[in-house]
């Protein structure tokens, strides 16, 4: 262990970092739940209760698991730092209702489009490109980008839930608040919003476990029970699906949501792994030792996770659990992963959880990620314009895609027009031209 991990050198011990991975592990366990149950929408026909959402709701359970595991895994034994992996929270949202539902991109040429995305962050990564495209994209629109997610995904956690409705006049409105996943949905708000404001390590795992439980009570009856333990259900029907038909990469709505893909899961991790070893003290000069080594655990699990069939793999900011409770070290992550696995062994729990009990993990993330909304410099107009367009068009626009691409071309115009055009990396103009060209003439 001490040979491995240099436990001494970071001043903790075996028992401090198993702990510590047991704290980060029930913060982010919940994405065992939510996952499978956002990726479900892209099948045809598998509406809860049928045969076909049963089968491909634990083959997108495995998916998770197998894509957290090997990503942070590898991130423990070859980067030794303390941070977990999982789907990241939005990208999942994007890869279903807009790459799949809205644009009508099959769910397998996708996942091919995940898959090529985490190759690219690999090449940045081994190639040292990382800092220079890093410096490219403007820093509110990367700021908002976060922020935007996080009102998307809170919007379908809403939606899912039916506190927000759809309405043909105003496009939406308020559901019925009497309505049984409604009241469960908004109760289970409030236990993870008061667990987590007493610093209660898993208070959305527990939210969601609560939920469900008050869901079954005979006043709601939302809940259907399923079980707790049982049999590893089949991958089959997700490994290995990725279309890589000729069609799809000849077309240029592919290669915007690889980048999309990318852009979102590229500046999540540079955030989110610059943030984490701010935390631990391991940041020097803006930059932390092994860094290329803790990308390439994300950008490796992303293109492992599309393997088995999920969406972008990527650093949770939940790891700062097990920061706080000491963790400095891959014995941590390692911890994480080997909880992950014994997932497996849980399906039956994990269908039994309804929608009203995971919608409100995503409302309560959406509210997470909005701090990221103040460090954008809002006394700057040629600042927050930009920030505040991406921010306001995906939840809009129903898609993260827009709302970075419209963002992306309103900075360097508005810059431009404020005579502030030196401001502007010339690599941002070439993406601005780029965006246009899709959302005019390109996009479907």
Request: proline share 4%; no cysteine; net charge positive.
């Given at each position: 262990?001490?040979?491995?991990?240099?436990?001494?050198?970071?001043?903790?011990?075996?028992?401090?970092?198993?702990?510590?991975?047991?704290?980060?592990?029930?913060?982010?366990?919940?994405?065992?739940?939510?996952?499978?149950?956002?990726?479900?929408?892209?099948?045809?026909?598998?509406?809860?209760?049928?045969?076909?959402?049963?089968?491909?709701?634990?083959?997108?359970?495995?998916?998770?698991?197998?894509?957290?595991?090997?990503a942070t895994m590898i991130m423990g034994l070859y980067a030794n730092y303390p941070f977990a992996l999982a789907p990241g929270m939005g990208l999942n949202a994007y890869f279903a209702f807009t790459v799949c539902l809205k644009m009508g991109i099959d769910w397998r040429v996708a996942l091919a489009a995940v898959f090529v995305e985490g190759i690219?962050?690999?090449?940045?990564?081994?190639?040292?490109?990382?800092?220079?495209?890093?410096?490219?994209?403007?820093?509110?629109?990367?700021?908002?980008?976060?922020?935007?997610?996080?009102?998307?995904?809170?919007?379908?956690?809403?939606?899912?839930?039916?506190?927000?409705?759809?309405?043909?006049?105003?496009?939406?409105?308020?559901?019925?608040?009497?309505?049984?996943?409604?009241?469960?949905?908004?109760?289970?708000?409030?236990?993870?919003?008061?667990?987590?404001?007493?610093?209660?390590?898993?208070?959305?795992?527990?939210?969601?476990?609560?939920?469900?439980?008050?869901?079954?009570?005979?006043?709601?009856?939302?809940?259907?029970?399923?079980?707790?333990?049982?049999?590893?259900?089949?991958?089959?029907?997700?490994?290995?699906?990725?279309?890589?038909?000729?069609?799809?990469?000849?077309?240029?709505?592919?290669?915007?949501?690889?980048?999309?893909?990318?852009?979102?899961?590229?500046?999540?991790?540079?955030?989110?792994?610059?943030?984490?070893?701010?935390?631990?003290?391991?940041?020097?000069?803006?930059?932390?030792?092994?860094?290329?080594?803790?990308?390439?655990?994300?950008?490796?699990?992303?293109?492992?996770?599309?393997?088995?069939?999920?969406?972008?793999?990527?650093?949770?900011?939940?790891?700062?659990?097990?920061?706080?409770?000491?963790?400095?070290?891959?014995?941590?992550?390692?911890?994480?992963?080997?909880?992950?696995?014994?997932?497996?062994?849980?399906?039956?729990?994990?269908?039994?959880?309804?929608?009203?009990?995971?919608?409100?993990?995503?409302?309560?993330?959406?509210?997470?990620?909005?701090?990221?909304?103040?460090k954008v410099d809002w006394d700057d107009v040629t600042e927050a314009i930009p920030a505040f367009i991406t921010l306001l068009m995906m939840p809009l626009t129903y898609s993260i895609a827009n709302g970075i691409a419209l963002g992306i071309v309103t900075y360097p115009i508005v810059k431009l027009l404020s005579k502030k055009g030196k401001q502007?990396?010339?690599?941002?103009?070439?993406?601005?031209?780029?965006?246009?060209?899709?959302?005019?003439?390109?996009?479907?």
């Open positions: 262990m001490e040979k491995l991990f240099r436990l001494k050198e970071q001043g903790t011990s075996v028992r401090r970092e198993i702990i510590a991975g047991i704290t980060t592990f029930l913060t982010m366990a919940y994405i065992v739940f939510v996952n499978p149950s956002i990726l479900t929408n892209v099948i045809p026909g598998a509406t809860p209760g049928s045969s076909v959402y049963t089968q491909f709701f634990g083959a997108f359970m495995v998916a998770t698991i197998m894509g957290s595991f090997i690219i962050f690999i090449v940045l990564t081994i190639t040292g490109a990382r800092s220079f495209v890093v410096k490219a994209i403007p820093a509110s629109v990367k700021l908002a980008t976060g922020a935007g997610i996080g009102l998307f995904i809170a919007f379908i956690g809403l939606k899912s839930a039916g506190i927000v409705v759809s309405d043909p006049a105003t496009f939406v409105s308020l559901g019925h608040l009497s309505d049984s996943n409604v009241l469960v949905a908004i109760i289970g708000f409030f236990i993870i919003a008061a667990l987590f404001a007493m610093k209660v390590p898993g208070a959305i795992m527990i939210g969601i476990l609560a939920s469900t439980l008050i869901g079954a009570l005979p006043a709601f009856g939302v809940t259907k029970y399923q079980g707790i333990v049982g049999k590893v259900p089949s991958i089959a029907p997700t490994f290995m699906k990725m279309d890589f038909n000729l069609q799809a990469l000849g077309n240029a709505t592919f290669w915007m949501v690889v980048f999309t893909f990318f852009f979102v899961d590229f500046f999540d991790t540079v955030g989110t792994l610059t943030g984490l070893a701010e935390a631990t003290g391991f940041t020097k000069n803006g930059e932390f030792p092994r860094a290329s080594r803790a990308y390439l655990a994300d950008a490796v699990g992303t293109s492992v996770g599309a393997m088995f069939g999920t969406s972008t793999v990527t650093t949770y900011i939940e790891s700062s659990a097990g920061v706080a409770e000491g963790g400095r070290t891959g014995l941590t992550a390692v911890t994480v992963a080997v909880l992950m696995l014994l997932m497996l062994f849980f399906s039956p729990l994990a269908m039994t959880v309804p929608a009203a009990a995971t919608a409100p993990a995503l409302i309560f993330v959406g509210v997470l990620m909005m701090k990221s909304l103040k502007v990396h010339w690599f941002t103009w070439v993406l601005a031209i780029l965006f246009v060209l899709y959302l005019v003439l390109l996009r479907e």
